[in-house]
């Protein structure tokens, strides 16, 4: 990758090496640098040299963008069969102890991985339900197909579809579908976050008489035991 950003900083007439670090980060892997380089040319043509560095991180966000609308497919995708099954008998297994999984479970990690390979082929999944599927890909992306699935068992619509993308450990996007409310929670990271295409920001609420705590906790940990 460092070599194939080189040879397009050459292209593009520069050796600013912080070009080279955005380079990287917007070609995933070799069968990508052939059309990054042809973006970002046609992107950089017409526009001075020192230009360079905000044309090729706009080509870095419109490539960030389309990711983040395979994301927010995928999770919907996942909660429309959420919603297609919630007064259908389920099917119910004892995955671990405290610990169930139902056939939605299965049926929304298929949908949702469909979305993913259909459009991110070469990409790492690894998911709650149907384990990890490892490629050669930088990019790895995390489902939980069904998100509270003892809420959605005892039909208290509180859950929800999760899917992110990861890569070298960082979270990159990141989407919540809660389907009972139409609820779509999407997150660039380094840009805003927003519900249903709307921006959300940090409350500047800061005493706690004027906060609200909402506690969630795994049935297998000690936090459980001890309360």
Same mark, same amino acid.
């Given at each position: 990758?460092?070599?194939?950003?080189?040879?397009?900083?050459?292209?593009?007439?520069?050796?600013?090496?912080?070009?080279?670090?955005?380079?990287?980060?917007?070609?995933?892997?070799?069968?990508?640098?052939?059309?990054?380089?042809?973006?970002?040319?046609?992107?950089?043509?017409?526009?001075?040299?020192?230009?360079?560095?905000?044309?090729?991180?706009?080509?870095?966000?419109?490539?960030?963008?389309?990711?983040?609308?395979?994301?927010?497919?995928?999770?919907?995708?996942?909660?429309?069969?959420?919603?297609?099954?919630?007064?259908?008998?389920?099917?119910?297994?004892?995955?671990?102890?405290?610990?169930? =999984? !139902?056939?939605?479970? *299965?049926? @929304? #990690?298929?949908?949702?991985?469909? /979305?993913?390979?259909?459009?991110?082929? &070469?990409?790492?999944?690894?998911?709650?339900?149907?384990?990890?599927?490892?490629?050669?890909?930088?990019?790895?992306?995390?489902?939980?197909?069904?998100?509270?699935?003892?809420?959605?068992?005892?039909?208290?619509?509180?859950?929800? =579809? !999760?899917?992110?993308? *990861?890569? @070298? #450990?960082?979270?990159?996007?990141? /989407?919540?579908?809660?389907?009972?409310? &139409?609820?779509?929670?999407?997150?660039?990271?380094?840009?805003?976050?927003?519900?249903?295409?709307?921006?959300?920001?940090?409350?500047?609420?800061?005493?706690?008489?004027?906060?609200?705590?909402?506690?969630?906790?795994?049935?297998?940990?000690?936090?459980?035991?001890?309360?």
């Amino acid at each position: 990758r460092v070599a194939v950003a080189k040879a397009l900083g050459r292209t593009l007439g520069t050796n600013d090496t912080r070009v080279f670090d955005v380079l990287k980060n917007i070609i995933a892997d070799d069968k990508e640098a052939e059309s990054v380089r042809v973006a970002a040319a046609e992107a950089i043509r017409g526009h001075p040299a020192g230009d360079a560095m905000a044309v090729l991180r706009s080509v870095a966000r419109d490539r960030s963008a389309a990711v983040r609308k395979v994301a927010e497919e995928a999770a919907i995708v996942g909660g429309r069969v959420l919603l297609e099954h919630r007064f259908t008998p389920l099917e119910i297994t004892l995955k671990d102890r405290q610990e169930v =999984v !139902t056939n939605v479970d *299965t049926l @929304a #990690d298929m949908a949702i991985g469909n /979305v993913l390979r259909r459009y991110c082929p &070469d990409h790492s999944i690894i998911s709650e339900e149907s384990g990890t599927r490892l490629t050669a890909s930088p990019y790895t992306w995390i489902v939980d197909p069904l998100d509270g699935t003892e809420s959605y068992i005892r039909g208290q619509n509180f859950s929800s =579809v !999760t899917v992110a993308l *990861t890569s @070298a #450990d960082q979270t990159l996007i990141g /989407v919540v579908y809660h389907p009972f409310n &139409d609820e779509l929670y999407s997150a660039i990271a380094g840009a805003e976050t927003t519900v249903n295409g709307h921006p959300m920001h940090v409350t500047d609420i800061r005493g706690t008489d004027e906060a609200r705590l909402i506690l969630d906790y795994s049935p297998r940990d000690a936090l459980r035991q001890h309360l």
